[in-house]
């Protein structure tokens, strides 16, 4: 999949565990896993407001799209 989630960065910069965050954005930390992992399929507005507010940070800092020849497709 070409869309790359950078979560592991942001939460590293704001030295946040999973669990913390995942109780900020009242999400299970199961579910917090499949989005550090890339393996989400899609992302709920309403989280990634959660996820943008928690974080400070801008859907952009999370989210970035590749190519997929860059990607190695």
Do not use: Y
Request: proline residues 4%.
């Amino acid at each position: 999949m070409p869309i790359i989630i950078n979560l592991d960065v942001q939460l590293a910069k704001k030295k946040m565990s999973v669990g913390e965050f995942a109780a900020a954005i009242d999400i299970t930390p199961a579910n917090v896993a499949v989005l550090k992992n890339g393996r989400a399929k899609a992302v709920r507005f309403s989280t990634l407001d959660a996820i943008c507010r928690v974080l400070d940070c801008q859907p952009g800092d999370i989210l970035v799209w590749v190519a997929d020849e860059e990607h190695g497709a």
